[in-house]
Nanobody, 120 residues
Framework: QVQVVESGGGLVQPGGSLRLSCAASGRFFSINNMGWYRQGPGKERELVATITGDGSTNYADSVKGRFTVSRDNAKNTMYLQMNNLKPEDTAVYYC??????????????WGQGTQVTVSS
């Protein structure tokens, strides 16, 4: 049994900043890739940023230079620092975590999401 919980969302003015957290817990051997996704009103879920176990990152073009993904492996936690937020960043932000097990199998699990609203 594993659990993924996002936090840190809220209402912010354009140009402002927020920091999201994604905490993973439960019974597993290790965590491989972690990622942030978002789903805006009337839109499909899209990739925001990913980070591998060794810290390699990847970003959607729309957030490059404004968002930074990081992780603390000791705490099984991933972060998303969002700066210079724009109204089009308004969405529910979801965390995805790839858990691995000693058997060699893996499980990708989603959190429940956290709302980010950028508005004046």
């Amino acid at each position: 049994q594993v659990q993924v919980v996002e936090s840190g969302g809220g209402l912010v003015q354009p140009g402002g900043s927020l920091r999201l957290s994604c905490a993973a817990s439960g019974r597993f051997f290790s965590i491989n890739n972690m990622g942030w996704y978002r789903q805006g009103p009337g839109k499909e879920r899209e990739l925001v940023a990913t980070i591998t176990g060794d810290g390699s990152t990847n970003y959607a073009d729309s957030v490059k230079g404004r968002f930074t993904v990081s992780r603390d492996n000791a705490k099984n936690t991933m972060y998303l620092q969002m700066n210079n937020l724009k109204p089009e960043d308004t969405a529910v932000y979801y965390c995805n975590v790839e858990f691995t097990y000693r058997s060699g199998s893996y499980l990708r699990s989603w959190g429940q999401g956290t709302q980010v609203t950028v508005s004046s």
